[in-house]
Structure formats: C-alpha cells, structure tokens
C-alpha cells in the first residue's frame, strides 16, 4: 500500500538534502519534487497544489532554516501537512444505544460495496451490537445472493426479496419493519450501484434517503480508480451529503492518490479502509499513521493493536516462560511464527516497523513470507520428538526432514543450528538482569535466529552456491585446515 508514492517522498525529499546544510533554493526544488511525486500518485491537481503551498509557507523561513535539523524538520511539516490532508480522524458512526440506528451504503459497481457492508456488520457484531443486512441492490441480481452468503458466514440476518415485483425503497421500508420486528439496534442498507454516476442512480438513492431518513449515509470509493474515486465521491456527496467515505482494495498495487484527495476535495471524513477480502479486514482510518507510513516512518501502534487482535495471550505468558527458563523448543517456535503469520503478510508488518519499511526494497531477493513458509514446512516435517528434542536430529533424520518438506537437508541443518544458537542464549538469559538480557537479545538479533535478512535469507546462499551436505561441509573444513598446517610449515 502506498509505496509507489512513498518511494517517490523519499526520493523528492533527498534532493533537499544534498549539498548539505538546506537554503531557500534546494527546499523549493525538493518541494518541486514532491509535487511531482504527489501528482503522479494520482493526486488530485488542486490538491497537490494547495499541498505543496502550504508546505513552503512554512518551510521557507529563519525558523527552518537556522534549526540544528532543518530536514527533519522539513518532514516534520510534510508529515503534518498530510496528517491536516486525510483527517482529522473520525471513525466512530454515532450510534446511539437506544433505538434502530440506520446505515445507508453506497458506491458504484465493483468498488467492494456488499463485501464492506457485511464487514461493516461483523465489527458492530463484535462491538455488541444486533445488526440486520437488508439486500436493497436489485441492480446486480447476484448482489442479493452475495449478501446471503455473507450474512450466513458472519451468523448475521438478512433481509432481501425477489428482484421481480418490487423496487429498492420497497426491500428498504420493508427491512426497516422487519428489523424493528427482530429487535435489531442496527440496520445496514446494502443500495444499489451503477457503472458510472447516472441521473437513475441519484434519483433511486435520494428517494430512499428521503423516505428512510438513514441516521448515516457511507460511500464505498475504491482506491484503486484514483481520480475516478474522488469524481464519484463528490457526486455523491453532493446529492446525499455524506457523513463518511470508505476507501476500499488499498492493499492492492493502487497509488494512493484517491486517499490523499477525497477528503480534501469533498470535505467528508474517511472512516474506514478495506485492507482485503475476508471479512475480517477493516480497518479505523487514521490519518497520522497513515502519514506515518508513506513517510516511512512505521506504524508501531496498528502492529500492537494487530498482535493484540491475534495473539493468545496466556499462550505467549507461557512461551515466555518457556523461552526464559531455557526449555524453548521448535514446536513453540512454530506456534509463534503462526501467530505472527495470522497478523498479515510479514512484508506489510515491517513496513508497520520503524527503519524497515525500505527493507523489501533493499532486498529484493529475499520474500519473508515464502521464507517463514519453509521454515514452518521444516517444522512440520518433524516428529513431536525431534521438535522437542532438536539436539537429536541426527544426519539420516535431516535427510527425512528435508523430502518432506521438500527442501535441502542443508536448510533443515541451518534451521537447527540458528535454532539452537538462539535457544543457548535463551537458557543464559534466564539468570540474567534486565541489562544484560537485553544485551543478550541484541547479539541474538545481531547474529541470526531473530535477523529477517539472515534468518530469512534460507535457501538463498544454496542457489548461489549449488546444493550442500553437512558431512561435505565438514570434509571441506578439515581439509583447508590441514591445508592451512601444511603452508605455515613450509613458511617456517
């Protein structure tokens, strides 16, 4: 998500570096840069325009200029100007605990409308609320079938009629009585879309707006169109006076202009964003570390509230203290790497980390995904045995592990000398101060179990090197240690 322009930012924003100490002239050509980058992420002109004016006001000044860090301070304006951008934040909906709240949602074909509303619906479900979906998209036939099948997934109901014999404002009064029948507190209209804004599409929704009267009227951009997303949104918005946009498929190859732009352009707040397909996938819109992010400047709040999300928390006490006490064994391993691979891609969780957003850029060759893959294959190649006890993994072992996982028994070697490196320091640790295993953690990080470009890089060294077994390795060793006795005895 958003690297394209956060690849350009960082590009635009060395050219006022350069030469060293800043002046009026290399700030003007940077902040030129940036525009540039801004314009070709699909950001609207007016947009970038007004962006960048605002960043030069204050950028060019004795303030800036005789500071000890006038290029951080330069991102510091550039990271606030967008936060002012995309916020303030405001993602709550308003709902009141007494009574029917009523949501509308709206948005064109194909921009992710019915899949958000049945999301929208799974996250008011987990908050405590009693939703209803109604299924008023008699538009796209298949759309009513959809949100069925949504419902059914999410254990939420629906309401929905035959497409033939009736109208949208039909299926949405009608909703609206069976809901209050059902004792639902919130009611999600799922309304039709078009391909392109239309006279018929405005006229159908105000219609329903008027007769309805939703407590929240939502639009469903999909961030992918770009200028086309900011267009539709203040169509909308003019006819429907929005209350929030949804920006959906900004985990797809999108430039992020749309995200940058809507809000400016239409002056409704982005609430939420679709950061994917499941259900599960929707995210509080929070512009500061949305800044943060295209900044490269990491997000570590939304990678704490992710692990909080997934992770079982009495099962990593108990890891914890396994880990500490020295009895830390592959099969614990294998259950925190699975933890860590339900938050997400791992490629997306380090750009959440400060200082690794560039690392995939830096390292093309290595996919930390595919990588803890093989690693967690390895793993599940081996007995209950052989993970408690990786000391006993012998040579004809290795060889058994590594047909099932499909790898080289020169992977399953490394994995279990990495492990047991870092097991070793695990077992020292647990007599040691606060100080001291925090050293210890930094040698473990330093030296390979816990280093994404060392223990990640599995496999890579052999393609460059061709296949290797430990038994040759080892023969290889004495021989250039013999070698070796032989030269500096003919030296003497």
């Not at 770009?226 to 959906?248: H, P, R, Y």
């Not at 060392?454 to 496999?459: H, R, T, W």
Request: charged share 30%; hydrophobic share 35%.
């Amino acid at each position: 998500m958003f690297d394209g322009i956060a690849n350009s930012l960082r590009s635009a924003l060395t050219v006022m570096s350069r030469g060293g100490k800043l002046t009026e002239s290399n700030i003007r050509d940077g902040l030129v840069e940036v525009r540039k980058a801004l314009l070709e992420a699909d950001v609207h002109y007016d947009v970038a325009t007004n962006f960048i004016k605002r960043c030069t006001e204050q950028a060019i000044g004795e303030k800036v200029l005789k500071s000890l860090r006038p290029d951080q301070q330069i991102i510091g304006i550039i990271h606030q100007e967008l936060c002012n951008l995309m916020g303030p934040t405001e993602h709550s909906l308003h709902l009141r605990r007494d009574g029917l709240n009523k949501i509308m949602v709206c948005g064109l074909q194909g921009s992710g409308k019915t899949t958000t509303c049945g999301k929208l619906a799974r996250m008011l479900k987990e908050q405590g609320h009693r939703p209803m979906l109604v299924a008023a998209d008699l538009q796209r036939p298949a759309a009513i079938e959809q949100l069925k099948i949504i419902g059914q997934q999410i254990d939420v109901p629906v309401h929905s009629e035959s497409p033939s014999g009736t109208t949208p404002l039909k299926v949405c009064l009608n909703g609206l009585a069976a809901a209050r029948q059902a004792g639902s507190d919130v009611i999600i209209f799922d309304t039709a879309g078009r391909l392109h804004v239309d006279s018929g599409l405005m006229n159908e929704l105000e219609q329903i707006d008027r007769k309805v009267q939703p407590d929240q009227i939502l639009l469903v951009c999909d961030a992918m169109t770009g200028q086309d997303a900011v267009n539709s949104a203040k169509a909308f918005n003019e006819a429907l006076e929005l209350d929030g946009i949804i920006l959906t498929k900004l985990d797809g190859d999108t430039r992020g202009g749309a995200a940058l732009s809507v809000k400016e352009v239409t002056g409704v707040p982005i609430k939420f964003v679709g950061m994917g397909e499941s259900l599960d996938r929707l995210e509080p819109f929070h512009p500061n570390r949305m800044a943060g992010r295209i900044l490269g400047m990491g997000d570590m709040v939304s990678l704490f509230e992710k692990a909080q999300q997934e992770f079982d928390t009495d099962e990593v006490e108990r890891q914890k203290e396994r880990m500490l006490s020295g009895r830390f064994s592959l099969e614990d391993f294998r259950s925190q790497m699975k933890m860590v691979r339900r938050m997400g891609s791992l490629g997306d969780l380090m750009k959440l980390i400060p200082g690794m957003g560039g690392f995939a850029n830096h390292n093309p060759n290595v996919d930390a995904d595919k990588d803890m893959g093989r690693v967690e294959a390895i793993i599940s190649s081996m007995t209950a045995y052989e993970r408690e006890h990786a000391d006993r993994i012998d040579r004809s072992r290795r060889h058994r592990i590594a047909r099932g996982a499909g790898v080289d028994p020169a992977d399953v070697n490394r994995l279990i000398k990495d492990f047991q490196n870092a097991a070793g320091m695990m077992q020292k640790m647990a007599g040691l101060g606060a100080q001291d295993k925090l050293k210890s953690m930094k040698g473990m990080i330093d030296g390979g179990m816990l280093n994404p470009a060392s223990s990640m890089s599995m496999g890579k060294e052999r393609s460059r090197r061709g296949p290797a077994d430990p038994q040759v390795a080892e023969e290889k060793r004495k021989k250039a240690r013999k070698d070796s006795k032989k030269q500096k005895k003919r030296n003497r």
